[in-house]
């Protein structure tokens, strides 16, 4: 706790300001094809559930210097553990996991960004490794039955 | 001292304010504040060049000036963000991230300057008013019989009667009972908490190795 918590506001005093917010947000990547993609100048965030829409326009534009032009929140409750699925009478729950709190926020028109791609060139090489590895275990077995075989005649011709 | 913050933290403003708005748009660096370095996509950990060094300790903060310690809350607060961005891109991949102790550094730095701002703002509190900067406490006791302390709030309205809760002297019969119960149970936990080290201590070798328990004797 920095100082003293903020009085309450009575109308007339001075807007309330805050000099060391400890709000997050990260963004979140969103599907780039199918009926959940997002239009190019929209970013998804998540963000810190006590944040509202205000608080998220205010932190992305001041903070960061974002053209924001909408913002849209959505929660989305946590998954509950039960200690039995399907007994819906008398089921407890064991544990909950936190909501979270998206934030799909709405840039100015002419603003693009896509999510940068991280693990690309890791996951194709990973890939290559693999095939090339495979391909060097096959390359003995494929034709194996067929090819590269000790040519002889047989045994009737006394070889 | 910490009052003139508002000020400050105007210009710090205005020296962001946006120039024009097509230069805004084009700018796509603002939202590369949220990510890492390039350099750093796909490690399992960082090169060394990258690696993050110690937190900021409170004797350093201690000698910047308020206007420093905001513009640091800032710069932490972006890097706290761009790792949590980082942390849940790496897990959707189902990967670990690279270095997840830069988390703490950050978390450590930020901790050190509520803490040095709060030392100023206590300051300068009791020299004017003679009260700390910590939040007012209140010491109530519960329906239980149990005095604690809580945090003070603040209300728009006066309480009705018997809302507001207070520190009360006697006891009345319930809570009388609860306390005298509940001393009574710690007791008996410690006693045998004290006994259960006692057993401990006596417990040789040989019980150990043998897996013996106490003397069985049956004729006596």
């Known amino acids: 706790m920095t100082s003293r918590l903020a009085r309450l506001w009575q109308p007339g005093n001075p807007q309330r300001r805050t000099f060391l917010p400890d709000f997050w947000m990260a963004v979140v990547e969103s599907p780039s094809v199918g009926r959940n993609k997002l239009p190019p100048n929209c970013v998804k965030f998540e963000v810190d559930p006590r944040m509202s829409r205000h608080d998220i326009r205010e932190y992305l534009t001041k903070i960061y210097d974002l053209p924001v032009r909408d913002v849209r929140t959505e929660v989305q409750m946590g998954d509950i553990i039960w200690n039995s699925k399907l007994d819906y009478q008398y089921r407890k729950a064991m544990w909950k996991d936190e909501d979270k709190k998206f934030a799909y926020?709405?840039?100015?028109?002419?603003?693009?960004?896509?999510?940068?791609?991280?693990?690309?060139?890791?996951?194709?090489?990973?890939?290559?490794?693999?095939?090339?590895?495979?391909?060097?275990?096959?390359?003995?077995?494929?034709?194996?039955?067929?090819?590269?075989?000790?040519?002889?005649?047989?045994?009737?011709?006394?070889? | 001292m910490w009052r003139n913050l508002p000020t400050l933290l105007s210009s710090a403003v205005r020296t962001q304010k946006f120039p024009l708005a097509t230069a805004r748009l084009s700018t796509d660096a603002n939202m590369q504040q949220f990510f890492d370095d390039e350099a750093n996509f796909g490690k399992a950990e960082l090169r060394p060049k990258y690696r993050p060094g110690r937190a900021w300790t409170a004797d350093e903060l201690r000698l910047k000036s308020n206007s420093d310690l905001h513009k640091l809350w800032y710069v932490c607060l972006k890097e706290r963000n761009m790792l949590i961005t980082m942390r849940k891109a790496h897990v959707s991949r189902a990967r670990n991230m690279p270095n997840p102790e830069r988390f703490d550094r950050v978390q450590e730095s930020m901790d050190r300057i509520e803490e040095v701002v709060h030392e100023r703002n206590d300051a300068v509190l009791r020299l004017e008013t003679g009260e700390s900067a910590a939040p007012r406490e209140r010491t109530i006791t519960s329906f239980a019989g149990f005095t604690y302390q809580k945090?003070?709030?603040?209300?728009?309205?006066?309480?009705?009667?018997?809302?507001?809760?207070?520190?009360?002297?006697?006891?009345?019969?319930?809570?009388?009972?609860?306390?005298?119960?509940?001393?009574?149970?710690?007791?008996?936990?410690?006693?045998?908490?004290?006994?259960?080290?006692?057993?401990?201590?006596?417990?040789?070798?040989?019980?150990?190795?043998?897996?013996?328990?106490?003397?069985?004797v049956f004729n006596r």
Do not use: C
């Not at chain 1, 693999?130 to 275990?137: G, P, R, S």
């Not at chain 2, 003070?152 to 306390?179: F, I, R, S, T």
């Open chain 2, 151 to 216: 945090p003070a709030k603040e209300h728009y309205l006066p309480p009705e009667n018997g809302q507001k809760e207070y520190e009360v002297p006697y006891l009345d019969d319930d809570a009388y009972m609860m306390q005298k119960l509940w001393t009574e149970k710690e007791y008996m936990k410690r006693r045998d908490q004290e006994d259960d080290v006692k057993r401990r201590a006596a417990r040789t070798d040989d019980m150990e190795r043998f897996k013996r328990g106490a003397p069985r």
């Open chain 1, 105 to 159: 926020v709405f840039m100015s028109k002419g603003f693009t960004f896509s999510f940068p791609k991280m693990f690309e060139a890791l996951e194709e090489d990973i890939e290559l490794v693999k095939a090339m590895k495979q391909q060097e275990e096959l390359k003995d077995k494929l034709n194996e039955r067929f090819a590269n075989r000790n040519r002889r005649v047989g045994n009737f011709l006394g070889s």
